[in-house]
């Protein structure tokens, strides 16, 4: 069993950043990839980005590429997802999530956290 916790959302304006964290508890957090996913209101779950267990392998949404970063310190069983140039279509419930392997679908994941909301407004 893996516990994720999500952490660092809130209000923001266009073209500010945040950065969101998600720390584990449980399971061997190291051993898991880890992903982020988002819903915004009325649409379904989408995949944001996801980085490996040992951290060494990314991807990300076309959506997020070159804005937003993944990454993991695995000392500290956390993850995080830093997020730059944000725009009002990235507001959304942003989740995490932990994988026995790297996946961009959220049926691969068996662990999730409860999401934490980001909003982008003037």
């Known amino acids: 069993q893996v516990q994720l916790v999500e952490s660092g959302g809130g209000l923001v304006q266009p073209g500010g950043s945040l950065r969101l964290s998600c720390a584990a508890s449980?399971?061997?957090?190291?051993?898991?990839?880890m992903g982020w996913f988002r819903q915004a209101p009325g649409k379904d779950r989408e995949f944001v980005a996801v980085?490996?267990?040992?951290?060494?392998?990314?991807f990300y949404a076309d959506s997020v590429k070159g804005r937003f970063t993944i990454s993991r310190v695995n000392a500290k069983n956390t993850g995080y997802l830093q997020m730059n140039s944000l725009k009002p279509e990235d507001t959304a419930v942003y989740y995490c999530?932990?994988?026995?392997?790297?996946?961009?679908?959220?049926?691969?994941?068996?662990?999730w956290g409860q999401g934490t909301q980001v909003t982008v407004s003037a």
């Open positions: 449980g399971r061997t957090f190291r051993n898991y990839a």
């Open positions: 980085i490996s267990a040992s951290g060494g392998s990314t």
């Open positions: 999530a932990a994988s026995g392997s790297v996946s961009v679908w959220s049926a691969g994941y068996g662990y």
